[in-house]
């Protein structure tokens, strides 16, 4: 789905969630907290998914799995609030998906949308469970009760196992995120807390509130992903955060002038301030799309145009490519096409094959410089498998066995994954070039955070001090991909392997707080 019809049903939830909103503060008891507190909630949500997909320029596929579980939330927060007849059903419904999402986002929070051991039985499980539970609802209040239970408890049980089986996983990415998540854990704890006080004489007064823990777990650490993004809304390239301040200061004080004159609640002063964050959201909508079109100089001090403009960079590589594709690929496919009409004589059908041999091998060398493929329906040590085969097809000439010797359950978190990836390309690739040998091996492993990469082959000891691109292996290549290491602060080697050939060692710490940046990119 493209990101402006995404962003549009975001922008069609907030409008309908001021109706609704609007309708409530019309009959919900004023004085009741247990009323007030999920609606407070309900513009918190909404108001924060103005702010994610306003500022997501990359339309992260994470971000917005985040905005629909808070989107989510906050309907079920006002259905809550006075479920009439006509909406009770779609609050029973809100529910399974609430925790359907929930569980989705946090095995891709953890994961990072890789490939990992029985994703496909869990994904298969949570939608089948999540399924079960929507038609108990229309199927009888005690089925719907047991099928949610078993949706609940089943959930969470798949979760831990998962957790568990990839503990090594998730202990890193935790321990990198420790800090937003424990301080949204902390905030939420201590608000529940005061809550809890607050209320504590009303009957039900936590009933269903537990369906916005997690949002509220991970909300620190997504926000921190949005600012690392872009750090800035599309509004802040003509306004500053002073005059931002201003108007939202001026805009609650009018919604508490227009509430106090109308004789309106508190819910109705909150369905107020949710219009003035409708407007706010199309005001941000358009801005950003006029942003992307503008070919103009993008003022320095505004972050999210500063973002804009890296998009467009882009853009200009994409161009690059669409080159790529007239003067190599085209011209070479005119040509067969001029000579498939004279493919009855051998040696026209040798020359249209030699073309079409050499247009592969420049397509595949091309994509791999521009973008390495990972895909994520694999695991990273799959990808890398087919690499090494892609490479050794490339030098069908040469016959060279290469072994991977890495763990199959191996994390490598973005954007070291593809550095990872394209190391071991340079590597193999130069064990191909230059080396005299028939085996080479590639080692890969993690320890304490540190990245360990080794490539060694069995062929002459050619290894050269750095420095001497024309002499041994420290060719242009390899001088690049150290300084690459060297700005990481890791540390590459090469030196002679005993009893024979080449060794190339690579090592650096892998930071965890840089990882999210580029996972959304």
């Given amino acids: 789905m493209k990101g402006k019809m995404v962003k549009g049903i975001f922008f069609a939830n907030h409008f309908l969630a001021v109706c609704f909103m609007a309708r409530l503060a019309a009959g919900c008891d004023p004085g009741a907290i247990q009323n007030t507190v999920p609606l407070v909630l309900t513009v918190l949500f909404l108001g924060d998914i103005v702010y994610i997909v306003s500022s997501s320029v990359k339309e992260s596929r994470i971000l917005y799995l985040f905005c629909g579980l808070l989107a989510v939330d906050g309907w079920y927060l006002m259905l809550s609030v006075n479920p009439v007849s006509i909406s009770d059903r779609l609050f029973r419904l809100l529910g399974p998906a609430a925790l359907y999402l929930s569980v989705r986002f946090c095995l891709l929070f953890l994961f990072q949308g890789y490939k990992y051991r029985f994703k496909k039985a869990a994904d298969i499980f949570l939608i089948l469970a999540f399924l079960t539970s929507a038609a108990g609802v229309f199927l009888g209040e005690w089925i719907y009760a047991c099928a949610y239970g078993i949706q609940f408890a089943g959930s969470v049980l798949c979760f831990l196992y998962i957790a568990a089986l990839h503990w090594k996983r998730v202990s890193y990415v935790l321990r990198k995120e420790r800090k937003p998540v424990l301080l949204s854990l902390s905030v939420t704890i201590l608000l529940f807390l005061i809550y809890y006080t607050a209320t504590a004489n009303v009957k039900d ?79 941000n909508l358009i801005l950003g799309e006029n942003l992307k079109r503008e070919s103009g100089v993008i003022s ?198 005993l009893p024979e050939g080449t060794r190339t060692e690579i090592s650096f710490l892998m930071r965890g707080e840089d990882s999210y940046q580029h996972f959304v990119s």
């Avoid at 109308?262 to 002063?269: L, Q, R």
Wanted: proline letters at 2%.
């Fill in 205 to 283: 007064h936590i009933e269903n509130f537990g369906i916005y823990i997690v949002a509220l777990i991970f909300s620190m650490s997504v926000h921190g992903i949005v600012m690392k993004e872009t750090n800035g809304l599309p509004i802040s390239a003509i306004i500053t955060w002073k005059q931002q301040l201003f108007i939202c200061g001026a805009s609650a004080a009018l919604a508490a002038g227009l509430c106090i004159a109308a004789g309106w609640t508190f819910a109705g002063f909150l369905a107020v301030i949710n219009f003035f964050l409708a407007a706010v959201f199309l005001l």
């Fill in 300 to 497: 320095r001090e505004s972050k999210y145009a500063y973002a804009v403009s890296r998009l467009r960079h882009e853009e200009k590589l994409k161009k690059e490519f669409a080159g790529f594709l007239h003067d190599e690929v085209l011209q070479d496919l005119l040509a067969v096409k001029n000579m498939a009409g004279k493919s009855d004589r051998s040696e026209v059908r040798e020359l249209i094959t030699r073309t079409l041999e050499g247009l592969n091998i420049r397509i595949r060398n091309q994509m791999q410089d521009y973008h390495p493929v990972i895909s994520k329906s694999l695991t990273l040590k799959e990808n890398l498998d087919q690499l090494i085969e892609s490479i050794s097809a490339v030098f069908a000439q040469r016959e060279i066995s290469v072994t991977l010797e890495c763990p199959d359950t191996i994390f490598i978190p973005e954007p070291y994954d593809v550095l990872v990836y394209r190391l071991i390309k340079e590597l193999v690739t130069n064990v191909y070039k230059h080396s005299d040998g028939d085996r080479a091996w590639v080692t890969l492993y993690v320890e304490n955070d540190t990245l360990h990469l080794c490539v060694r082959d069995n062929g002459k000891n050619t290894a050269a001090r750095p420095g001497k691109e024309d002499n041994g292996i420290w060719h242009k290549g390899l001088l690049s991909v150290r300084e690459q290491i060297t700005e990481l602060g890791g540390t590459m080697s090469a030196a002679d392997n």
